[in-house]
RNA sequence: AGACCCAUGGUGUAAUUGGCAACACAGCUGGUUUUGGUCCAGUCGUUCUAGGUUCGAGUCCUAGUGGGUCUACCA
């Protein structure tokens, strides 16, 4: 019955089941996400962790975490923590425990000694600068350092030392020995260790020499049976290193696999300007939920699952790519539409008062929590003659297509009654409407309708004297341009986003106060928020997390 | 300038590997709705250019054009 059509693979997936065909490793795969512990995780990483885990997932493999930590200059352990709590908040666990490039130091040192005993790396003792004026250019070819061809057993007897820390920084480095004129720059001599007396966050003083990206990546692959080592495209033309080095030390052969990353409107990546947000404060932290980070995503209230279906959605390919917002925030949506409990809060509150409803009285109104899912139950909400509702409900000369509140006209309060606009009062001076006057139909009651009187508009709205005040946090996109960094001659701060940030008192209904931390509902008509860490016991705080779409506001603007 | 990578609607990704160009988002129109949300239906619009191979090309070949990457003792 059902045509089940074949789902197509990506280019990635093309190769993994290539080589599974092909019998290679006896179908084994084993992928790993690699990052430097050198600051948090971005919507960037979010993609490679979803493919490295997903791949893994899919062909029955294994996929590891293993921290890149060959600089000791930059990294740190705080950021060891944060990047396991963020993978595991994004719903995968790595094989055993995490890993360590640095754990490999002394693996990498015999394999360099090998490289010196073939003959195929040497000391040089050449200066950066030299370095690399020898290099070349890319159209240019390189000029070979007199160091290049010292005995096998000097460079032997220099490495040792190098190793024992009887050479003061940046005096020598090794090189391995390719060829000075290739046309791919990263052929041309690579350094692959170079002297540094730094502490290592988990070496300590052990090493006073550290291997380069190049020495040490392809060879931790290749060390913990990689077979797939997926990297995004600037990697392409480290990949003839790559292999030439398993080559040589003819060790496990892990297969480089290069994807373009994922870019997304209006966020950047780079790790460099995501700090400087940071250090300058323009934003709150790593975590401020305007970031693109893991960590910011989340506080923000985006779940996991979205971000996940996201991935999914914008694919795996080569080609470079920026890929809308709205693809993302329909994601999150998607997630929170079936998952998160409608409350009524009024943003912008004008005072309604009933006139002939009794004062004093008050009433509670049963309203569903879900109506996507009745199995989230039912609450009541308190009700009275003076009420919040959102300013924009209002309008005095209200075009015939604008269904809310306005002079002469009906409205439903949301599980409430229907009320009537019978007036409203102005400031003096201003001329701002400062209060609603209406009536009610006391046969219109939600549920018990037998009013007979059919309102367009339904509008939510919170009991005056039962609200709470709550702070609310209305966040915008952090820049005003999509692709903020890509502009020659102009800094990426330039198109930060003056109002990227808004915050704003608002009325909640009283259930909303115990809401705990990261508890995320609708905010009737409104949009998606959550609670924010910096609540109190008696003042919370909301995060915007998306907004509702709104048409009406669309077709406003037209 | 050299090497390498890439090129399919506005965006992103597909196309049984040479056989009627599709899916999602966005846009537009309408329907349902006690959220102008959700949901449902419909609609708009695509193979960079020029040659070539072929009965047949988005797919293969050649050239061009456009975009990206590469010249850290970073990863």
Known sequence: ?????????????????????????????????????????????????????????????????????????????????????????????????????????????????????????????????????????????????????????????????????????????????????????????PIIYRIKHEHHHRTGNEWPIYPMYDFAHGQSDSIEGITHSLCSLEFIHHRPLYNWFIEQLDIFPSRQIEFARMNVAYMITSKRKLLKLVEEGQVSGWDDARMPTIAGMRRRGYPAEALRNFCERTGVAKRDNVIEMELLEFSVREVLNKTTPRVMAVLDPLKVVITNYPEGQEEFMETENNPEDEGMGKRKLPFSRELYIERGDFMVDAPRKFFRMKPEGDVRLKSAYILHCEGYETDPVTGEVTEVRCTYYPDSRSGEDTSGIKAKGTIHWVSASHAKRAEVRMFDRLFTDPAPTTHEGKDFMEFLNPDSLRVIEAFIEPSLMDAEVGAQMQFMRKGYFCVDQDSTEDKKVFNLTVTLKDSWAKAQKK
Request: negative net charge; proline residues 5%.
């Open 1 to 189: 019955m059902s045509d089940d059509k074949k789902a197509s693979l990506n280019f990635i997936e093309e190769f993994i089941e290539e080589d599974i065909n092909n019998g290679k490793h006896k179908g084994r795969v084993h992928t790993r996400f690699p990052p430097e512990p050198n600051g948090f995780l971005h919507i960037g990483h979010c993609k490679a962790i979803w493919i490295n885990f997903e791949l893994a997932k899919k062909y029955g493999g294994k996929a590891n975490l293993r921290m890149d930590d060959t600089n000791p200059s930059t990294e740190k352990t705080d950021y060891v923590d944060s990047i396991k709590n963020d993978i595991n908040w994004l719903g995968y666990e790595w094989e055993g425990t995490e890993l360590y490039s640095s754990d490999y130091f002394q693996q990498l040192y015999e394999y360099a000694t090998r490289l010196i005993e073939k003959g195929l790396a040497y000391v040089d003792d050449s200066t950066v600068e030299e370095i690399a004026e020898m290099k070349g250019e890319p159209t240019a070819p390189g000029v070979e350092s007199p160091y290049r061809n010292r005995s096998i057993a000097e460079n032997l007897d220099l490495f040792q030392r190098m190793r024992k820390g009887e050479f003061p920084d940046g005096s020598r480095v090794l090189r391995a020995k390719i060829d000075m004129t290739s046309p791919n720059m990263h052929l041309r001599d």
